[in-house]
């Protein structure tokens, strides 16, 4: 079936080490994102990316990192510049080019930092 | 600026009863896109239901209705004949033109429905 896959589910991570959290889509969407949901709160965008090798930051892109080698693909690199890392990641893709297309999500990525 | 305001953090609902969650937003654009989805506690986001800004009738869809007042910026989301299974998060969203890939998300209201 077509969908987003997110991995790991859960990840533990020593302070100072830097992590990063697979997304993959197999929807044919150009855009992706990478949004960071903190307890109770709601979605805060990270990074989005519209093409291949093209990605612009989102409001909170300070200590992060991706790429977008392949259509299919959106890692996302949380560094250890980043200094609350704990949190709820979500990534996302949506059909590109209009207005109408919904955002399609994976199941997500517990964080935490140790 | 695009922004979407979600006033009500907590709602309680009696099973079987109605419920509205609110939606408010701003944008300069002409057409743009709202929409509603669920995140019950296992964390995953359930797209809910899209209303565009140019369509002429209230979306449905099954028990979810969107009550589109362009006029007043607001796009609440009615929930009919609750169920124990709608207690969950549930946020509104927005896609604008101006920068369509970019969706702009609300703080989001919990709803616990009561058997």
């Known amino acids: 079936d077509g969908g987003i896959t997110q991995s790991p589910k859960y990840l533990f991570r020593k302070e100072g080490q830097n992590v990063t959290l697979s997304c993959e889509q197999n929807?044919?969407?150009?855009?992706m994102y990478w949004y960071r949901q903190d307890p109770g709160q709601g979605l805060r965008l990270i990074y989005y990316s519209q093409i291949v090798n093209d990605f612009q930051k989102g409001d909170i892109a300070e200590g992060y990192s991706v790429s977008r080698e392949k259509k299919e693909s959106f890692p996302l690199t949380v560094t250890s510049a980043q200094k609350n890392p704990t949190a709820f990641y979500l990534c996302?893709?949506?059909?590109?080019?209009?207005?109408?297309?919904?955002?399609?999500f994976g199941e997500g990525s517990r964080l935490t930092v140790l | 600026a695009q922004k979407i305001t979600q006033t009500q953090p907590g709602m309680f609902v009696q099973e079987k009863e109605a419920v509205t969650l609110d939606c408010t937003y701003d944008t300069s654009d002409q057409s743009y896109g709202l929409f509603w989805y669920k995140q019950p506690s296992s964390g995953e986001m359930i797209f809910l239901i899209y209303?565009?800004?140019?369509?002429?009738q209230n979306a449905t869809e099954g028990r979810y209705s969107l009550n589109f007042q362009k006029a007043r910026k607001s796009a609440n989301l009615v929930i009919s004949a609750s169920q124990l299974g709608d207690s969950a998060m549930y946020f509104c969203?927005?896609?604008?033109?101006?920068?369509?890939?970019?969706?702009?998300f609300g703080s989001g209201t919990k709803l616990n429905v009561k058997p």
């Open positions: 209303q565009g800004s140019y369509d002429e």
């Open positions: 929807l044919n969407h150009d855009a």
């Open positions: 969203a927005m896609r604008g033109s101006y920068n369509f890939n970019k969706f702009y």
């Open positions: 996302a893709s949506s059909p590109a080019g209009k207005n109408t297309g919904e955002l399609f």
